[in-house]
């Protein structure tokens, strides 16, 4: 794998809404030596989000914007762009971005869903799985796009559900592949694209 160099990183935000722990995770990641990413942002949609407390922890540079309309994307983005930000992560992040933004950064924002897509789009996705007798379930990063949960896969994890497991127990179960996951996946996207 060529040298990277920090100049020539992807300048990533990572936005998040809540606990932030695949935020720490790709933190973690972001500063390995060959890592293809460089976190310069983290964007929260929610002002009492722990991840924020993290982010502003280590010094990352952070924001917090509602997501509650158009103008607000239309300042995200700008935002974003003063940053020279090229490369999107969404972490745990619960608003629906708009057209007008993904169009902004088409192609270049990813997101993990702890489900396996297409199965399972949208929220409470354990309860729902478990609700349906199902023997797997998983975690997914995707492309996204302007349908919720629906752009293109990159990688997914497999995981067998127990016959004890709940919604908790199998949401921290797949939480852990979540973090192992994304910066497989990102590497996939970023080397193979
Ligand atoms: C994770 O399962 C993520 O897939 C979902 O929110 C959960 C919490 O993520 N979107 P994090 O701990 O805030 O990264």
Sequence with gaps: MKK???????????FISGTGSNLKNLVKFSNLKNSPIKIELVISSNAKAKGLSFAKN????????SFKNRKDDIKIVRFLKKNNINFICLAGFMKILSNNFITNFNGRILNIHPSLLPKYKGLNTHQRVLDNKEKFSGCT???VNAKLDSGKIILQKRVKISKNDNAISL??????????LY??????FIFNS
Excluded: D, M, R
Aim: aromatic content about 2%; glycine content about 2%; charged content about 30%.
């Design 4 to 14: 990277l160099i920090g100049s020539n990183k992807l300048k990533t935000a990572v």
């Design 58 to 65: 280590l010094k990352l540079k952070s924001k917090v914007f």
């Design 141 to 143: 990063v995707h492309l």
């Design 171 to 180: 949401s921290k179960k797949i939480l852990k592949h979540e973090h192992s």
């Design 183 to 188: 910066p497989k996946a990102i590497k996939k």
